[in-house]
């Protein structure tokens, strides 16, 4: 269940799909706007890291998306019942650079990277995709957020960049951002920001408008650390963009599989 609808496990075609539906579309005209606008993005977001759009329901009674089903959960989900292995953890953030960098490329802002928005495919590394990036309903093209302006209430406020929290105009940079925390948060499996450590929420947007960051712990491999370090600069400009990003991570993962194998 959320916000604005719920997902249910379905049948179509033969095949299991996962149905998201609107909750009483008719009597939330922006939630109406923003399910169109959504499923013309997914119409035009095709990507083997990307969850699989096969349509939509437009009936004003019944609205509803229809795509792929990952019994696995999320990421986090699957995190928190299955040990991963570092290899496992570096693919998975691969995965989700590649669909990054994609998704730039076409010139949209995710502005929710988070692990419960990584879907998992396969916990096997003999698998090409691991995870699937999900949830468009904050994702928006370039062009239309410069036209309409930002908005502070988009997203989760524990991956947000300084720069969103600053209610400043922002861009692809912001979605880099939010993977450090995706990053730090999967290596280190623990919840970002110790809720005994930071009481209220604007404890977390003071700190990170400070220019402070979580200490990332020495049991994380130096090249993920000066990743991370990269990723979540406080000037946007400093952060490197998803392509560079994807080598990176692609150049990790090709070592730990040469190392494994000899």
């Known amino acids: 269940r959320g916000a604005s609808g719920d997902v249910y496990r379905a049948k179509w075609m033969e095949q299991e799909v996962a149905v998201y539906l609107i909750t009483n579309p008719g009597k939330e005209p922006k939630v109406v706007q923003e399910f169109h606008k959504e499923s013309e993005i997914l119409e035009e977001l095709r990507h083997p890291m990307i969850v699989h759009y096969f349509g939509c329901v437009d009936d004003p009674e019944n609205m509803a998306i229809v795509m792929e089903l990952f019994p696995l ?65 904050t994702i928006k093209h370039i062009g239309f957020l410069r036209q309409m302006g930002m908005s502070l209430d988009t997203g989760t406020r524990l991956y947000m960049a300084p720069e969103v929290l600053d209610t400043e105009d922002y861009s692809y940079p912001a979605d880099v951002f939010s993977f450090a925390m995706l990053l730090w948060q999967v290596m280190t499996e623990t919840e970002p920001y110790d ?29 993920i650390r000066a990743l991370i370090d990269a990723c979540w600069q406080h000037n946007p400009s400093s952060r490197p963009q998803f392509p560079q990003i994807k080598k990176t991570l692609q150049s990790i993962f090709d070592e730990l599989t040469s190392s494994s194998s000899s």
Do not use: Y
């Open 195 to 223: 809720p005994n450590e930071f009481k209220r929420p604007w404890d977390i947007t003071n700190f990170i408008q400070a220019g402070k960051r979580l200490a990332i712990p020495e049991s994380v491999p130096e090249n």
């Open 73 to 137: 959960g999320s990421l986090l989900k699957a995190m928190k019942k299955t040990a991963f292995s570092h290899k496992l953890k570096v693919k998975c953030a691969l995965d989700c650079a590649t669909a990054m960098s994609f998704l730039h490329l076409c010139g949209v802002l995710h502005r929710d990277v988070k692990p419960d928005n990584l879907l998992m495919v396969s916990m096997s590394l003999e698998c090409p995709i691991n995870c699937k990036l999900t949830d468009f309903g």
